[in-house]
């Protein structure tokens, strides 16, 4: 992340960290350590000295051997932008402008929030796409990418995005407001503060949110087998869903001693909508046609909660830490629609339907680590237990009657548990020019699917999943790594419902519960340097997926039924790299990129379909500060690939920032969010019984004006 004016911080002011510092820096804090005690003692004898305050630049990117840090802080961007747009301008991730997550190519993600998972966090992609937009990117301190995670974290396969929330434990007061507005009659406010005294710190806030997204969808099927004759079906809509995003959040640091200390932290948010949607779908054979509106009202509707609590020690090179956290998740999305028919002339349809969410998460975690002979030795625990219940309803309406009846193939209710209990040992040992993170992690999953019609299903894994990261230091400003990783992933548990749901007019999805967990691997080798104001880093990378889920897609009644099954696999193999260089105090440029080939093996009726493909991706950045002002732009380019049994079109974003100090403790905010309109993507799938193409088009053009002032 690209800041044109690193933040000053008083070196007082830098807190203790959460995890021990490494022998060097222990040492170093007790040289410096020996001259303030034997000042301690000459103060009673000679006068007070003046007040001398030593100041650093805080660093906007910090590289570690298993992760890279980037402050976001300051980012222009976040100020009136959300989470979305903080990943979005971060480099190695690439965001769609519908909230799709990739690392370095990489679409198997995880997303933390101050290193732990979350129930808005650990739905479907779609759910966890929402909770991106709606959440204020204001709120963040930086972004930690780890693309191959180390034994000490429960990767679920894949990369991870770790976003750390703000909190100033500074002694003192402060505070501060926000707000902005943008085109649509789209708007923000919220307010954060924090009080800091001896053995306490109390922080929180509050936020509004008037946001909202223009969607644009087509989707046309051409039938390839269906009773010996051609039929085509095709739908299109245009919507503006708008949502008000409600948000709270209050913290309590509390020092018990010199080494001890609790943390309660809570947070919850809601999100209403009522978009009103208008599909027009079209039905043609080679004898006849029909045409109909199905227009739905919705509401939409989604809680979330979270709530922790978390004890640490830190004394003599020891850390532990405890925690404990509850999230949940609540959500309706009401399915209820009427069709309008317009060929032939018919009377109208009424359907009811809705579909409930409610997501539990309960963790619990313990991590302890202390020196070792040559570095640092961690272990710990993690037991985590989820719940999904999801219950289904679609019944249609006799208008003049008031009487529903139920479509038993589509009402259903189901349950998922998913238990994980996990224990992890890591090594960091540094010798010479060598420093190796190595560790271990054995998991035992239960995964548990209750239909209410049938009977329990319960099934057992488990699985010992090393890692390894080597960093080689070749001088002062150069070094080599290499990591390897291996890891389980679990089903989504929307794709074990045992029954069918209704999607759209053209579509209805079939879930398996019979998926089990796919195993991933990942292997990453590269270098990085700097010469003066330039940094550059060169990263090749192998990951293969097996066992991997799939979509198995066919036809019934005029509709696509998707379901999902094991037995694909996926590879991918290619180069990333990264460049920066600042010339001077005033300006930043900055390059991320990679191209890799991917490889996919997906069952389909006429047995499997083998699919390769060169695929990219570039990120762009500028910043320029002089004076009260800082520009920053970022650009992004996605390059066209596949996706199994079809392929995906182009996307791009370019964003522009301006951020003026109007004075010490006011801002003014100005940011300009895809400025040519590039997030349509088309899409297209080919089977042994249908071809569908069409594209999603969800428009990310905005132009926000908003106001930051701080109170101190």
């Known amino acids: 992340m690209l800041v044109a004016q690193p933040e000053i ?8 960290p959460s995890r ?14 020996l001259p303030l005690a034997a000042h301690a003692q000459e103060t009673q004898l000679l006068p007070p000295a003046p007040t001398v305050t030593v100041t650093a630049k805080k660093q906007s990117v910090v590289k570690k051997i298993d992760k890279t840090v980037y402050d976001t802080a300051n980012m222009p961007r976040a100020a009136n932008g959300t989470t979305q747009d903080v990943l979005q301008s ?6 769609s402008a519908d909230g799709q997550i990739a690392v370095k190519g990489n679409a198997q993600v995880t997303v933390l929030i101050d290193g732990k998972p979350t129930a808005m966090m650990s739905g479907s992609a779609d759910e966890r796409a929402t909770a991106l937009q709606t959440m204020s990117g204001a709120d963040i301190a930086s972004v930690e990418v780890i693309t191959n995670p180390s034994a000490a974290y429960n990767a679920n396969g894949g990369a991870i995005l770790n976003i750390v929330l703000k909190r100033d434990r500074k ?9 902005s507005a943008a085109d649509h009659g789209l708007w923000n406010v919220g307010a954060s503060g924090d009080v800091t005294t001896r053995n306490i710190s109390v922080h929180g806030n509050l936020a509004l949110r008037h946001d909202g997204t223009d969607k644009i969808r087509e989707s046309t099927v051409d039938w390839n087998n269906f009773g010996g004759e051609t039929r085509r079906t095709r739908q299109t809509s245009e919507v503006f869903v708008r949502r008000t995003v409600q948000s709270a959040a209050v913290g309590v640091d509390y020092t018990l001693s010199d080494t001890d200390s609790l943390s309660l932290s809570t947070k919850y948010n809601e999100r209403h909508s009522r978009p009103v949607f208008d599909v027009l779908n079209e039905n043609r054979t080679g004898a006849a046609e029909t045409v109909y509106h199905r227009i739905s009202t919705g509401p939409n509707e989604q809680s979330d909660g979270i709530a922790s609590l978390s004890y640490n020690h830190q004394g003599g090179g020891t850390a532990l830490k405890a925690m404990f956290q509850h999230s949940d998740t609540k959500g309706l999305i009401d399915k209820s629609y009427r069709d309008v028919f317009i060929v032939p002339a018919s009377a109208t349809d009424h359907s009811r339907g809705a579909t409930r969410l409610a997501r539990r998460l309960n963790q619990a975690t313990v991590d302890w680590s202390r020196p070792s002979a040559y570095g640092k030795l961690g272990m710990g625990l993690d037991i985590h237990d989820k719940v999904d219940n999801i219950d289904n309803y679609q019944a249609s309406v006799d208008a003049a009657a008031g009487a529903e009846t139920a479509d038993p193939a589509t009402t259903n209710g189901y349950a998922v548990t998913t238990t994980v209990s996990a224990a992890y040992l890591t090594d960091q040992i540094t010798h010479g020019k060598w420093e190796a993170l190595v560790g271990g992690r054995a998991e035992r999953m239960a995964l548990r699917v209750n239909p209410a019609e049938s009977g329990m299903r319960t099934r057992h894994w488990q699985a010992f999943n090393p890692s390894l990261h080597l960093r080689y230091a070749v001088s002062d400003k150069a070094d080599l790594t290499l990591s390897y990783r291996r890891s389980l992933q679990m089903p989504d548990p929307r794709d074990l419902n045992p029954f069918t749901t209704y999607v759209d007019a053209q579509n209805l999805s079939r879930g398996n519960p019979g998926l089990t967990p796919q195993q991933l691997t990942s292997w990453e080798i590269g270098t990085d340097a700097s010469v ?7 990263n090749a990378f192998y990951r293969t997926s097996s066992n991997t889920v799939t979509d198995a897609r066919g036809f019934a009644d005029n509709v696509i039924v998707t379901s999902k099954q094991n037995g694909g696999q996926a590879s991918s193999a290619g180069i990333s790299g990264a460049a920066t260089w600042t010339p001077d105090a005033k300006l930043q440029l900055g390059m991320d990129g990679g191209v890799y080939r991917v490889m996919l093996r997906t069952p389909d009726l006429s047995g499997l379909v083998r699919q390769s493909d060169i695929a990219g991706y570039l990120n762009l950045r500028a910043a320029y500060g002089v004076g009260p002002d800082q520009l920053s732009l970022d650009a992004h380019r996605q390059s066209s690939g596949i996706s199994p049994l079809g392929r995906f079109g182009a996307t791009s974003s370019v964003n522009l920032s301006w951020k003026h100090a109007l004075s010490k403790t006011l801002s003014l905010t100005v940011n300009a969010n895809d400025i040519f309109d590039g997030s349509r993507r088309t899409c297209a799938t080919d089977t042994s019984t249908f071809r569908q193409t069409g594209f999603d088009h969800f428009i990310a053009r905005r132009l926000y004006v908003g106001l930051v002032k701080k109170i101190e």
Do not use: D, K, Y
């Open 9 to 16: 911080m008083p070196i007082q002011s830098i807190t203790r």
């Open 20 to 33: 021990p510092a490494a022998p060097w820096l222990r040492i170093f804090s007790m040289l410096v350590a």
């Open 90 to 95: 971060t480099p190695e991730v690439s965001v």
């Open 171 to 179: 002694p003192g007061a402060r505070a501060q407001v926000q707000g």
């Open 532 to 538: 003066a104001q330039f940094t550059a880093g060169l």
